[in-house]
Protein backbone atom coordinates (compact mmCIF):
# COMPACT_ATOMS: atom_id res chain seq x y z
CA UNK A 1 0.00 0.00 0.00
CA UNK A 2 2.82 2.37 0.71
CA UNK A 3 4.06 2.29 -2.99
CA UNK A 4 0.39 1.70 -4.91
CA UNK A 5 -1.51 4.50 -2.95
CA UNK A 6 1.65 7.38 -3.94
CA UNK A 7 1.08 5.39 -7.20
CA UNK A 8 -2.43 6.00 -8.09
CA UNK A 9 -2.23 9.64 -6.93
CA UNK A 10 0.68 9.90 -10.09
CA UNK A 11 -1.76 8.07 -12.21
CA UNK A 12 -4.66 10.28 -11.42
CA UNK A 13 -2.93 13.49 -12.22
CA UNK A 14 -1.10 11.83 -15.17
CA UNK A 15 -4.17 10.44 -16.55
CA UNK A 16 -6.82 13.11 -15.13
CA UNK A 17 -8.20 13.74 -18.44
CA UNK A 18 -9.37 10.18 -19.37
CA UNK A 19 -10.17 9.56 -15.75
CA UNK A 20 -11.97 12.55 -15.00
CA UNK A 21 -15.64 11.37 -16.71
CA UNK A 22 -15.56 8.53 -14.34
CA UNK A 23 -15.44 10.70 -11.00
CA UNK A 24 -18.93 10.37 -9.95
CA UNK A 25 -18.23 6.70 -9.65
CA UNK A 26 -16.19 7.44 -6.22
CA UNK A 27 -19.52 6.83 -4.33
CA UNK A 28 -20.60 4.09 -5.86
CA UNK A 29 -16.62 2.54 -5.10
CA UNK A 30 -16.96 3.41 -1.82
CA UNK A 31 -19.60 1.87 -1.23
CA UNK A 32 -18.33 -1.94 -2.18
CA UNK A 33 -15.56 -1.06 -0.09
CA UNK A 34 -17.78 -0.56 2.73
CA UNK A 35 -19.67 -3.71 2.27
CA UNK A 36 -16.89 -5.86 2.30
CA UNK A 37 -16.07 -4.82 5.53
CA UNK A 38 -19.59 -4.70 7.13
CA UNK A 39 -19.84 -8.27 5.93
CA UNK A 40 -17.78 -9.03 8.67
CA UNK A 41 -20.22 -7.34 11.13
CA UNK A 42 -23.38 -8.57 12.65
CA UNK A 43 -25.95 -6.72 14.55
CA UNK A 44 -24.56 -7.74 17.94
CA UNK A 45 -20.72 -6.45 17.05
CA UNK A 46 -22.28 -3.17 15.79
CA UNK A 47 -24.79 -3.05 18.73
CA UNK A 48 -21.92 -3.52 21.49
CA UNK A 49 -19.86 0.04 19.31
CA UNK A 50 -22.73 2.22 19.49
CA UNK A 51 -22.91 1.30 23.58
CA UNK A 52 -20.20 2.97 24.06
CA UNK A 53 -20.59 6.15 23.77
CA UNK A 54 -17.81 7.58 25.79
CA UNK A 55 -14.99 6.24 22.89
CA UNK A 56 -17.55 7.75 20.27
CA UNK A 57 -18.19 11.01 21.70
CA UNK A 58 -14.25 11.17 22.79
CA UNK A 59 -13.45 10.32 18.86
CA UNK A 60 -15.35 13.45 18.17
CA UNK A 61 -13.76 16.02 20.00
CA UNK A 62 -10.57 14.67 19.60
CA UNK A 63 -11.70 15.26 15.38
CA UNK A 64 -13.31 18.45 15.60
CA UNK A 65 -12.44 20.29 18.25
CA UNK A 66 -9.12 19.54 19.32
CA UNK A 67 -7.84 19.08 15.74
CA UNK A 68 -9.76 22.20 14.72
CA UNK A 69 -7.52 24.48 17.24
CA UNK A 70 -4.46 23.26 16.19
CA UNK A 71 -5.17 23.69 12.87
CA UNK A 72 -6.49 27.40 13.62
CA UNK A 73 -3.20 27.72 15.47
CA UNK A 74 -0.17 26.78 13.46
CA UNK A 75 -2.09 28.22 10.64
CA UNK A 76 -2.49 31.85 12.11
CA UNK A 77 1.34 31.53 12.77
CA UNK A 78 2.31 31.40 9.22
CA UNK A 79 -0.21 33.06 7.17
CA UNK A 80 -2.37 35.17 9.57
CA UNK A 81 -5.76 34.70 10.62
CA UNK A 82 -7.37 36.34 8.32
CA UNK A 83 -5.83 33.63 4.66
CA UNK A 84 -7.72 31.72 3.27
CA UNK A 85 -5.60 28.97 3.85
CA UNK A 86 -6.19 29.23 7.39
CA UNK A 87 -9.51 28.74 6.54
CA UNK A 88 -8.99 25.39 4.32
CA UNK A 89 -7.19 23.87 7.56
CA UNK A 90 -9.61 24.27 9.52
CA UNK A 91 -12.29 22.80 7.32
CA UNK A 92 -10.36 19.81 6.78
CA UNK A 93 -10.43 19.09 10.76
CA UNK A 94 -14.10 19.59 11.02
CA UNK A 95 -15.35 17.62 7.60
CA UNK A 96 -16.33 13.94 8.37
CA UNK A 97 -14.69 10.94 9.30
CA UNK A 98 -13.25 9.53 5.77
CA UNK A 99 -15.24 6.01 4.71
CA UNK A 100 -11.77 4.81 3.50
CA UNK A 101 -10.86 5.00 7.07
CA UNK A 102 -12.83 1.35 7.20
CA UNK A 103 -10.26 -0.47 5.23
CA UNK A 104 -7.32 0.93 6.86
CA UNK A 105 -8.84 0.23 10.09
CA UNK A 106 -9.49 -3.31 8.64
CA UNK A 107 -5.83 -4.03 7.67
CA UNK A 108 -4.38 -2.68 10.81
CA UNK A 109 -6.01 -4.87 13.09
CA UNK A 110 -9.04 -2.02 14.89
CA UNK A 111 -12.24 -2.40 15.33
CA UNK A 112 -14.46 -2.40 11.70
CA UNK A 113 -17.45 -2.09 13.51
CA UNK A 114 -16.87 0.53 15.86
CA UNK A 115 -15.33 2.66 12.67
CA UNK A 116 -18.41 2.03 10.62
CA UNK A 117 -20.71 3.01 13.77
CA UNK A 118 -18.42 6.59 14.14
CA UNK A 119 -18.20 7.09 10.38
CA UNK A 120 -22.35 6.89 10.46
CA UNK A 121 -22.87 9.27 13.21
CA UNK A 122 -20.28 11.04 12.33
CA UNK A 123 -21.51 11.80 9.02
CA UNK A 124 -25.17 11.81 9.94
CA UNK A 125 -23.96 14.93 12.11
CA UNK A 126 -22.10 16.44 9.38
CA UNK A 127 -24.43 19.03 8.57
CA UNK A 128 -24.58 20.41 12.08
CA UNK A 129 -20.71 20.09 12.89
CA UNK A 130 -19.53 21.98 9.76
CA UNK A 131 -21.50 25.24 9.65
CA UNK A 132 -20.81 25.40 13.37
CA UNK A 133 -17.54 25.05 13.24
CA UNK A 134 -17.13 27.20 10.51
CA UNK A 135 -19.37 29.73 12.30
CA UNK A 136 -17.00 28.81 15.80
CA UNK A 137 -13.92 29.70 14.37
CA UNK A 138 -14.29 32.55 11.25
CA UNK A 139 -17.46 33.99 12.49
CA UNK A 140 -19.61 33.43 9.28
CA UNK A 141 -22.49 31.09 8.32
CA UNK A 142 -22.94 28.44 5.42
CA UNK A 143 -25.86 27.44 4.12
CA UNK A 144 -25.16 23.59 3.18
CA UNK A 145 -27.95 21.27 1.30
CA UNK A 146 -28.59 18.74 3.78
CA UNK A 147 -30.15 16.77 1.21
CA UNK A 148 -28.19 15.67 -1.07
CA UNK A 149 -25.33 15.34 1.60
CA UNK A 150 -26.90 13.15 3.49
CA UNK A 151 -28.34 10.76 0.27
CA UNK A 152 -24.56 10.60 -1.00
CA UNK A 153 -23.72 9.96 2.90
CA UNK A 154 -26.51 7.20 2.80
CA UNK A 155 -25.34 5.26 -0.61
CA UNK A 156 -21.75 5.12 0.53
CA UNK A 157 -22.24 4.26 4.38
CA UNK A 158 -25.55 3.89 5.66
CA UNK A 159 -26.77 1.04 2.43
CA UNK A 160 -24.14 -0.90 2.54
CA UNK A 161 -23.93 -1.20 6.04
CA UNK A 162 -27.05 -2.53 6.17
CA UNK A 163 -26.75 -5.04 3.71
CA UNK A 164 -23.56 -6.44 5.06
CA UNK A 165 -25.13 -6.57 8.42
CA UNK A 166 -27.88 -8.58 6.73
CA UNK A 167 -25.83 -10.75 4.64
CA UNK A 168 -23.99 -11.32 7.76
CA UNK A 169 -26.65 -12.70 9.68
CA UNK A 170 -28.36 -14.51 7.40
CA UNK A 171 -25.47 -16.45 7.13
CA UNK A 172 -24.55 -16.73 10.36
CA UNK A 173 -20.91 -15.16 9.96
CA UNK A 174 -19.67 -17.33 7.52
CA UNK A 175 -19.98 -15.22 4.46
CA UNK A 176 -17.07 -13.12 4.90
CA UNK A 177 -14.46 -16.32 4.84
CA UNK A 178 -16.50 -17.42 1.49
CA UNK A 179 -16.20 -14.76 -0.29
CA UNK A 180 -12.86 -13.10 1.02
CA UNK A 181 -10.18 -14.42 -1.70
CA UNK A 182 -12.34 -12.73 -4.43
CA UNK A 183 -14.09 -9.57 -2.39
CA UNK A 184 -10.52 -8.55 -0.85
CA UNK A 185 -8.71 -7.67 -3.64
CA UNK A 186 -11.35 -6.06 -5.44
CA UNK A 187 -12.57 -4.24 -2.28
CA UNK A 188 -8.56 -3.39 -2.78
CA UNK A 189 -8.95 -2.49 -6.36
CA UNK A 190 -11.56 0.20 -5.47
CA UNK A 191 -9.50 1.65 -3.35
CA UNK A 192 -6.95 2.27 -5.47
CA UNK A 193 -9.62 3.33 -8.15
CA UNK A 194 -11.18 5.62 -5.55
CA UNK A 195 -7.23 7.58 -5.14
CA UNK A 196 -6.81 7.60 -8.88
CA UNK A 197 -10.14 9.51 -9.78
CA UNK A 198 -9.85 11.84 -6.63
CA UNK A 199 -6.22 12.90 -7.55
CA UNK A 200 -7.88 13.70 -11.67
CA UNK A 201 -10.88 15.22 -9.85
CA UNK A 202 -8.36 18.10 -8.25
CA UNK A 203 -5.97 18.02 -11.17
CA UNK A 204 -7.46 20.73 -12.59
CA UNK A 205 -6.15 23.45 -9.33
CA UNK A 206 -2.59 22.40 -9.71
CA UNK A 207 -1.82 25.45 -10.51
CA UNK A 208 -3.24 26.71 -6.98
CA UNK A 209 -0.41 24.83 -5.29
CA UNK A 210 2.08 26.66 -6.51
CA UNK A 211 1.67 29.57 -4.71
CA UNK A 212 3.13 29.07 -0.63
CA UNK A 213 3.87 25.63 -1.65
CA UNK A 214 7.11 25.90 0.34
CA UNK A 215 5.50 26.93 3.75
CA UNK A 216 1.77 25.10 3.03
CA UNK A 217 2.93 21.47 2.03
CA UNK A 218 5.39 20.69 5.29
CA UNK A 219 2.30 22.60 7.26
CA UNK A 220 -0.19 20.26 6.22
CA UNK A 221 1.90 17.16 6.20
CA UNK A 222 2.58 18.39 10.13
CA UNK A 223 -1.31 18.87 10.64
CA UNK A 224 -2.54 15.41 9.04
CA UNK A 225 0.58 13.56 11.19
CA UNK A 226 -1.04 15.14 14.11
CA UNK A 227 -4.30 14.72 13.94
CA UNK A 228 -3.39 10.69 13.50
CA UNK A 229 -1.18 11.46 16.69
CA UNK A 230 -3.91 12.85 18.13
CA UNK A 231 -5.91 10.08 18.43
CA UNK A 232 -3.08 7.42 19.16
CA UNK A 233 -2.32 9.30 22.13
CA UNK A 234 -5.38 10.08 23.07
CA UNK A 235 -6.09 6.91 23.53
CA UNK A 236 -3.24 5.65 24.78
CA UNK A 237 -4.92 4.85 28.15
CA UNK A 238 -7.49 2.64 26.46
CA UNK A 239 -7.36 -0.85 27.77
CA UNK A 240 -8.19 -2.52 24.40
CA UNK A 241 -5.67 -1.46 21.69
CA UNK A 242 -8.24 -2.33 18.60
CA UNK A 243 -10.05 0.81 20.17
CA UNK A 244 -6.77 3.02 19.88
CA UNK A 245 -5.58 2.10 16.28
CA UNK A 246 -9.10 2.48 15.34
CA UNK A 247 -9.35 6.12 17.31
CA UNK A 248 -5.76 7.05 15.60
CA UNK A 249 -7.57 6.48 11.91
CA UNK A 250 -10.59 8.12 12.76
CA UNK A 251 -8.69 11.70 13.52
CA UNK A 252 -6.45 11.31 10.68
CA UNK A 253 -8.66 10.98 7.67
CA UNK A 254 -11.38 12.94 6.48
CA UNK A 255 -13.89 12.98 3.65
CA UNK A 256 -11.61 14.89 1.09
CA UNK A 257 -13.92 14.99 -1.73
CA UNK A 258 -16.78 16.69 0.66
CA UNK A 259 -13.86 19.35 1.84
CA UNK A 260 -12.79 20.31 -1.68
CA UNK A 261 -16.85 20.79 -2.80
CA UNK A 262 -17.53 23.00 0.60
CA UNK A 263 -14.20 24.69 -0.20
CA UNK A 264 -14.55 25.74 -3.73
CA UNK A 265 -18.30 26.35 -3.41
CA UNK A 266 -18.37 28.66 -0.33
CA UNK A 267 -15.33 29.74 0.34
CA UNK A 268 -12.02 31.32 -1.56
CA UNK A 269 -10.46 28.97 -4.22
CA UNK A 270 -7.39 28.92 -1.90
CA UNK A 271 -9.56 27.97 0.86
CA UNK A 272 -9.42 24.81 -1.23
CA UNK A 273 -5.61 24.31 -1.58
CA UNK A 274 -4.74 22.59 1.63
CA UNK A 275 -7.74 20.25 1.46
CA UNK A 276 -6.36 19.61 -2.27
CA UNK A 277 -2.92 18.94 -0.65
CA UNK A 278 -4.52 16.98 2.42
CA UNK A 279 -5.75 13.97 -0.37
CA UNK A 280 -2.18 13.62 -1.16
CA UNK A 281 -0.69 13.67 2.04
CA UNK A 282 -3.35 11.71 4.01
CA UNK A 283 -3.18 8.57 2.35
CA UNK A 284 0.52 8.06 2.42
CA UNK A 285 0.44 9.03 5.85
CA UNK A 286 -2.02 6.13 6.69
CA UNK A 287 0.93 3.57 4.90
CA UNK A 288 3.04 5.17 6.97
CA UNK A 289 0.80 5.16 10.13
CA UNK A 290 0.16 1.67 9.73
CA UNK A 291 3.79 0.70 8.88
CA UNK A 292 4.23 2.08 12.36
CA UNK A 293 1.44 0.44 13.91
CA UNK A 294 2.50 -3.16 12.95
CA UNK A 295 6.02 -2.07 14.30
CA UNK A 296 5.06 -0.86 17.53
CA UNK A 297 2.73 -4.20 17.90
CA UNK A 298 5.35 -6.98 17.13
CA UNK A 299 7.41 -4.39 20.07
CA UNK A 300 4.86 -5.21 22.02
CA UNK A 301 4.30 -8.49 21.20
CA UNK A 302 8.27 -9.50 21.35
CA UNK A 303 8.59 -7.79 25.20
CA UNK A 304 5.40 -9.87 26.67
CA UNK A 305 7.26 -12.96 25.11
CA UNK A 306 10.10 -12.07 26.84
CA UNK A 307 8.47 -11.27 30.19
CA UNK A 308 6.75 -14.67 29.55
CA UNK A 309 9.93 -16.20 29.48
CA UNK A 310 11.54 -14.92 32.43
Not at 161 to 169: A, K, P, Q, R, S
Not at 238 to 257: E, F, L
Request: proline fraction near 6%.
Amino acid sequence: MFLIIPGSLVLGFLFADQLQPMVDAVPYLFAYVTLTMAIGCGIRQLGEAVRKPGVLLWTLILAHLISPLIAYGIGSLIFGAASPYVVGLVLFTIIPLGVSTVLWVGMSGGSVPLMLAMVVLDSALSPFVVPFGIHLFFNTSVDIAIGPIMFDLFVIVVLPTICGVVLYESSKGRIQDRVKPVAAPISKLCFVAVVALNASAIAPYVDQLKRDMVKLVPLVIVLVGACYAIGYFGTARHSRKDVQVTVSYATGMRNISLGIVLALGYFSPLAAVPVVLSILVQQPLATVHHFVLQKLNKNKTSDASHAHVR
